[in-house]
């Protein structure tokens, strides 16, 4: 018996590792539709008309996606969470992610592309954030700001339907 168990321990050893791996169950989509990681790291919103290549490369970032789902589970005064759905919201200047737990919390993160501008900056003037790192060498292996999601609507999406007078009035108010 001893022999067999010696003989099964590394295959044993490999399921328990492959299981502590897997048991994080998360969705990924874009749009609705199932991606993979690698899809999540790439801009896949538009075309570019001219040097496609280098357009593309501008707005790829990797990062560590199980990383980022601890920084989540880790929020102070969340309580654990795991993160069960990361739905893509691409941006030309960010990789905008909306995480969602299994107990149903969002949370907005938004990490910048290459081209956003100088490392660092684009991470630290960012206000009302729950975590964030402005150094890429952090185990997410990108900077990156998550915050809490204040549910609505956004306004591109009324604009239209609003009348000239209210569009003059929340522009007044966009300084204060």
Known sequence: MQALRKALWPR???RSLISDISKRHLSITF???SISKEELFKYTNGRFLSEEDRQLSKRYVR???DRLCDVIASIPGAGPLQVSKIEKMEGGFS???LVTTAD???FI???PCPNAGRPMYC???????LAWSADSTNPVGAEYIVMERVPGVQIFKKWDEMGESNRISIIKRLPE
């Open 12 to 14: 044993t050893l490999y």
């Open 63 to 65: 990062f560590d996606v």
């Open 31 to 33: 749009r609705g539709k």
């Open 109 to 111: 993160v938004k990490i």
């Open 104 to 106: 149903g919390s969002e």
């Open 95 to 97: 990789k905008a992610l």
């Open 123 to 129: 991470t630290a003037s960012e206000v009302a954030v």
